[in-house]
């Protein structure tokens, strides 16, 4: 844009012609509201016409969705953001204790405005771009029109959002909105139809069939161009080789278009993919709105053959709303105010050009910015909404979703789906499975090796304690790590399907723990199998299956500890880094290195929280509660050499009488701990993101 635009903008003056026909002649004061009186009154520009009534659906589905036309409108919409400044956590908390010592109950934290009466509709039928640079506001928006903004974004009461002119909440509407977000989330081990058949069997209404899922299955994969790569598995982005970005963004379309909403709204559909690509992603929404869905989306820099795919485009700058309407109402608009589109420039990029902050030129920038906000403020378009909210001209009504608002599968549905998925993941997740197996085998064989063979002497006493007590870090280690690993990596797209309301978090936990149960009993089977008779443990198979019964216990407790971590942690990292200061003091506990007499009477009650402790007694117990005198081979010098099992046992405190009590313990363990972890996942997905 040349420097004499950029001057007659901030002057509110116009240079084009066409600009004098839409102007009526009123200064344009800046309002804060989306209606004000003067400019715009211009017979050309800026209608809220909806397109001409589309061919569908309102014919009835077989997919059981509902079949209706939605007009969405949103108006003064107004969005706060906490403002994070260095040190404003203490700065609360400090605030927070004065409000309850001085009564001083409501002290507001500072905040950001990042939405500020920001209003529009989107009729059926159309494709609306919403546009603007970078911060312009753009995501805040979507989330906020999907009812899915973050933790510490604060929608202000004021604003309504409406479908088909009627207000609604959040469960309404995602009873009827599907909501593609810029970052698509998947079980990077299943394959494009596996993940469809997922998505069916929890999204798709409880009457269908499992042949009419697979059959809508085939259905959105050929309608999404997804045939040549559904067995195809997603894959990890820097991980694991997959789907590429185009085909991902697909089947993210594709999971929604299952139920075929009939309001689809995708933030930011074709960032990092190719021009070709992004174009075909852009088809699809075009396609899908020409069924008659009212589809909105975000986007950046799209050229010019995507621009001329939009029906209608909403450009954002600094949080307020700069034009709606056709690109070439658009066209009329900004001649209006004074920034013609120069001949063979992108629409696209001139408009958001002329709506950024450039670097250097803030002051200038903004005030042009305030100058097109305020112009568009006062136009017909804005005022053309104000008068179709105020008339409700917008209102039909709405069809009431088969089964109000709950989960579109019943309980049992949703526990077989997830069942089934994590089974799938089990079986396909290398980390959980083959690197597991071939972990579990090595370190048996290593520590087998260590300790081969060891007799009934007073070294061999001293050795095979520490290899029983090595077999429970080993155990702990192993399984909590990998659960951390897997576990949190799978988290958030729980977190997202659970906010989805795709299934309740106790199918999901339940299913989950199911699935994993054959290969948490696997493992230590494989690791006792092995290194039990390569030591030369206690003869016997009731020995060895004692000792296989507790190994295999105190890998469950460790799985459980892994998930209570891995859902009371924001991040692996951080879950991660949690784990190993916990574990130790339960591991001092144990017995091994600190005598179960020793335990200071104030940490008593953290000892009976270790499973060590339980597990390493038991395991003793198991070794030496039936050694009679004699068997321990002790020179006649040596008077410290234990002369029988019993003695060993009585050493370290521990009582043969106590095995059943050791069962108990870890069994109690286990359930605690998952209880716990169920709780914290509860607690998580209640959350906003
Ligand atoms: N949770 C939050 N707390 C405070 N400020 C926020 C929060 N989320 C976003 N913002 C701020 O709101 C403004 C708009 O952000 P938003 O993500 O909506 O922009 P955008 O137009 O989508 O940008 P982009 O195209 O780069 O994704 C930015 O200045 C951003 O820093």
Not at 422 to 444: D, F, G, H, N, Y
Not at 457 to 470: D, E, K, R, S
Request: hydrophobic residues 40%; contains cysteine; charged residues 15%.
């Amino acid at each position: 844009m040349g420097q004499e635009d950029q001057e007659l903008l901030i002057r509110g003056g116009s240079k084009h012609p066409s600009a004098e026909h839409l102007n009526n002649g009123e200064g344009g004061g800046a309002s804060q509201s989306c209606i004000g009186q003067g400019y715009g009154q211009a017979k050309n520009y800026g209608t809220l016409r909806p397109p001409s009534p589309p061919d569908g659906p309102g014919s009835g589905s077989t997919n059981g969705q509902l079949a209706e036309n939605l007009t969405y409108a949103w108006h003064n919409l107004d969005i706060f953001g906490a403002v994070n400044q260095p040190g404003s956590g203490w700065r609360q908390l400090v605030n927070r204790t004065r409000g309850l010592f001085c009564n001083e109950r409501h002290i507001p934290a500072p905040r950001k405005h990042l939405l500020k009466n920001v209003c529009g509709v989107a009729y059926p039928g159309e494709l609306l771009a919403v546009m603007g640079s970078s911060g312009a506001g753009k995501t805040t928006l979507l989330n906020a029109l999907a009812f899915r903004s973050p933790q510490g974004i604060q929608v202000s009461p004021s604003g309504m959002r409406l479908l088909n002119g009627q207000p609604v909440d959040a469960k309404e509407m995602q009873a009827r909105c599907a909501y593609v977000q810029q970052d698509d989330l998947f079980i990077g081990s299943l394959t494009a139809r596996e993940h469809l058949i997922f998505q069916a069997m929890v999204r798709m209404p409880r009457h269908l069939s499992y042949k009419q899922r697979v059959a809508r299955v085939d259905q959105v994969i050929q309608e999404l161009s997804l045939s040549k790569c559904q067995h195809t598995i997603i894959g990890v982005p820097g991980r694991v080789k997959g789907l590429s970005g185009g085909e991902r963004k697909r089947l993210a379309f594709a999971s929604e278009a299952l139920t075929d909403p009939p309001l689809l709204i995708c933030d930011e559909p074709t960032s990092g993919l190719d021009s070709f690509t992004a174009h075909s992603v852009v088809q699809v929404l075009k396609k899908l709105s020409q069924k008659g869905k009212t589809v909105i989306l975000t986007i950046h820099q799209p050229s010019s053959e995507l621009f001329e795919l939009f029906d209608k485009i909403l450009l954002m700058a600094e949080g307020r709303v700069a034009f709606l309407g056709t690109p070439s109402e658009a066209v009329d608009f900004f001649s209006y105010v004074g920034a013609q589109c120069p001949t063979n420039y992108n629409p696209a990029d001139f408009y958001v050009q002329v709506l950024a902050v450039v670097p250097g030129r803030e002051i200038e920038s903004r005030e042009r910015i305030a100058k097109i906000c305020d112009n568009f403020a006062i136009s017909k378009v804005a005022r053309d909404m104000e008068q179709l909210l105020a008339t409700k001209s917008l209102q039909q009504p709405l069809e009431q979703p088969e089964n109000g608002f709950t989960y579109k599968a019943t309980w049992f549905m949703q526990f077989r789906a997830v069942l089934w998925r994590s089974w799938l993941s089990v079986l396909k997740e290398p980390l959980l499975v083959k690197v597991r197996l071939i972990q579990t085998t090595m370190v048996a064989i290593l520590i087998g090796l260590i300790f081969l063979g060891q007799q009934l002497t007073q070294v061999g006493v001293m050795n095979i304690n520490g290899a029983i007590f090595l077999f429970l870090t080993n155990m702990t280690f192993q399984n909590v790590f990998a659960t951390i690993n897997v576990f949190t990596s799978e988290l958030p797209v729980f977190m997202r399907e659970a906010r989805s309301r795709l299934y309740r978090c106790d199918t999901y936990f339940l299913g989950k723990t199911i699935a994993e149960l054959p290969l948490f009993l696997t493992v230590p089977l494989v690791f006792t199998a092995i290194a039990y008779p390569m030591i030369g443990l206690r003869a016997g198979v009731l020995h060895f299956f004692n000792c296989l019964a507790l190994v295999t216990l105190v890998a469950n407790v460790s799985t459980s500890f892994g998930y209570l971590i891995s859902c009371a942690s924001s991040s692996t990292s951080m879950a991660l880094s949690v784990g190993p200061p916990v574990i130790i003091p339960f591991l001092l506990f144990g017995g091994f290195f600190l005598n179960s007499g020793s335990v200071p009477v104030y940490l008593k009650w953290l000892s009976y929280l270790s499973w060590f402790r339980y597990a390493n007694e038991g395991l003793l117990i198991n070794q030496w509660a039936d050694v009679e005198p004699g068997e321990i081979s002790c020179t006649s010098s040596n008077t410290t050499c234990p002369s029988s099992g019993k003695v060993i046992l009585e050493t370290l405190n521990f009582s043969a009488a106590d095995l059943p009590l050791d069962y108990v313990g870890l069994a109690i363990l286990i359930v605690g701990f998952r209880g716990f972890a169920y709780l914290a996942l509860r607690l998580r997905a209640r959350r906003k993101e």
